[in-house]
C-alpha cells in the first residue's frame, strides 16, 4: 500500500518548485544498453549495446548529479535502457542517495539480484518501478525478444517482501495486444500496484522510421475498455457525443505540466530535455552546465504552442493531458485528428465521461 501522505507531501513539493521553475525532479537514463530488446522501445534498438563507449562515465554522472543538486533537484529516477547494467549503478544511485536526494528505479526487473534487495533495504529507495512485459514467458518473449516473466515476478515478490516501495508499470503496444489485460488481471489477483503507460507510444529516438508497435485506435478502444470493465463491470455505451474543438483562433504558449518547470531528463548520451515526451531543446550537458542547459530547456518549453482547438473543447478534461501527445508537432499549435477521434471514441463507449455542465474541473496534476 503506498503511503499517501508521502504521496501528497512530494506532490506539493513538485507543485511548489514548478512555481518557481526550479528543476526538483531529475530523470537520468544512465544508459542505452539493456538485456532484453522490446520491440516497442523508444531508447534501445538492435545497435543500441555497441554504443557503450559513447555512454557518459562515472565522473560525468557524479559532475552531473552535482550540478543537478546545486540547481534543486531532490527527486531522482534512475532510468535507461536498463540501468542495472551499469557496473557502476549502486555507486551512482549512491552519490544521488548521501546527498539525501530521493532516487527512484525504472527497471524492467529481470536482473535484480538478491544483492540489489538487499542494497535498496540498506539504502532505501524512493520506489522501484518494475516494467511487466507479459504474463507468461510467451507472451513476454512476444515483447522483449527474451524470456524474462518469472524473473520479473519473482524481483517484484523481493522487494515487496523486503518492504521496497515496488509498483509495476504496463506498456500496451501492438505486441502485447493479447496479454494486456492478462497482466493487469494478474497484479490485481497478487496485489501487485499497476499502473500502464498512455496508449499513445513514442518513436525509437535513433530509428524514427520503426512504426510497428504502435495501437490503431480499434485497438485502443477495445483495450481501454477490457480494462475499464475489469474494475467496473460493464461500459454503458454513450449514443450522442458533441463534436470536439473549442472555437479558439489563437494556440495558448507554453506548457502547463511540469515538464522544463519543475522536472528535466538527461539522455544517456548527455543532452537535456524537457520530458521524455519532448526531445527538444537539445543542449548537451558535455558543453555547459546543469544550471545553463536548464535555462536553454525552459526557453525551448516557453516556445511551444498548445492546440488551439483545445481552447475550450468539451473533450479537453477526458482527453490525454500531456501536449506531447495531443499536438501535431510542437510549434504547429494544432492537435492531432486522431487524438480527438480517440477521445470521442472513448466517452461514446462509456469508458471515459464527459464532466456535468457547470462541473468545475479539478486541475491537472502534473506527470512525475
Ligand atoms: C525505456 S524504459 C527504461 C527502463 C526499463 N528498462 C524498463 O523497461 O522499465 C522506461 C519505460 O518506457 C516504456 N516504453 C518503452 N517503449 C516505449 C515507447 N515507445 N513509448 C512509450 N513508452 C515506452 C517502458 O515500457 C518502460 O515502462
Ligand atoms: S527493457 Fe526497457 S530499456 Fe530494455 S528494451 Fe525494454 S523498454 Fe527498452
Ligand atoms: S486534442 Fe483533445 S482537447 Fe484538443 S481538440 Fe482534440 S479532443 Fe479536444
Ligand atoms: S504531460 Fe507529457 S510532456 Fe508534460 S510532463 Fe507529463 S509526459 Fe511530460
Not at 512555481?19 to 543500441?48: Q, R, W
Not at 515478490?157 to 509498483?167: G, M, N, Q
Not at 515538464?259 to 558543453?287: F, H, T
Not at 482527453?319 to 472513448?346: D, F, I, N
Amino acid at each position: 500500500m503506498e503511503n499517501q501522505t508521502y504521496i501528497q507531501w512530494k506532490k506539493s513539493m513538485v507543485r511548489a518548485a514548478k512555481k518557481m521553475k526550479t528543476p526538483i525532479v531529475g530523470h537520468y537514463e544512465l544508459t542505452a544498453c539493456c538485456n532484453l530488446d522490446c520491440k516497442m522501445c523508444f531508447i534501445h534498438n538492435a545497435d543500441s549495446n555497441a554504443l557503450r563507449a559513447r555512454e557518459l562515465s562515472t565522473e560525468t554522472w557524479k559532475r552531473i548529479f552535482d550540478e543537478a543538486y546545486d540547481s534543486g533537484l531532490f527527486f531522482a529516477a534512475l532510468s535507461g535502457g536498463e540501468c542495472l547494467m551499469r557496473s557502476d549503478f549502486e555507486e551512482l544511485y549512491l552519490h544521488l542517495w548521501k546527498k539525501r536526494v530521493r532516487v527512484g528505479v525504472l527497471t524492467n526487473g529481470t536482473l535484480i539480484s538478491d544483492g540489489h534487495v538487499e542494497f535498496f533495504r540498506k539504502y532505501p529507495p524512493d520506489f522501484v518501478r518494475v516494467s511487466l512485459y507479459g504474463c507468461s514467458e510467451e507472451g513476454y518473449l512476444q515483447v522483449t525478444g527474451h524470456k524474462g516473466f518469472e524473473k520479473a515476478v519473482s524481483a517484484i515478490r523481493k522487494l515487496r517482501d523486503a518492504k521496497i516501495r515496488v509498483s509495476v508499470v504496463v506498456t500496451p503496444s501492438s505486441y502485447m495486444k493479447d496479454e494486456y489485460i492478462g497482466i493487469r488481471r494478474y497484479c490485481i489477483e497478487n496485489g501487485f500496484p499497476c499502473q500502464s503507460n498512455n496508449f499513445l507510444l513514442l518513436k525509437n529516438r535513433e530509428c524514427p522510421e520503426k512504426d510497428d508497435h504502435f495501437l490503431s485506435i480499434d485497438d485502443i478502444v477495445e483495450l481501454s475498455k477490457a480494462q475499464y470493465e475489469l474494475s467496473n463491470g460493464p461500459a454503458i455505451p454513450v449514443e450522442i457525443t458533441p463534436e470536439p474543438h473549442g472555437n479558439s483562433k489563437v494556440s495558448p504558449k507554453g506548457l502547463t505540466c511540469n515538464a522544463g518547470a519543475g522536472a528535466a531528463v538527461v539522455s544517456w548520451d548527455g543532452r537535456m530535455y524537457p520530458c521524455v515526451m519532448l526531445p527538444i531543446g537539445d543542449v548537451s550537458l558535455l558543453e555547459m552546465s546543469y544550471a545553463e542547459a536548464w535555462e536553454k530547456t525552459k526557453e525551448a518549453v516557453g516556445e511551444m504552442l498548445l492546440g488551439m482547438e483545445c481552447v475550450g473543447c468539451p473533450y479537453d478534461d477526458v482527453c490525454p493531458k500531456c501536449p506531447a501527445m495531443r499536438l501535431t508537432g510542437l510549434y504547429t499549435g494544432h492537435c492531432k485528428p486522431e487524438v480527438c477521434e480517440l477521445s470521442r471514441r472513448l466517452v461514446a463507449a462509456g469508458v471515459k465521461k464527459l464532466p456535468d455542465p457547470g462541473q468545475a474541473v479539478p486541475e491537472a496534476e502534473s506527470c512525475d
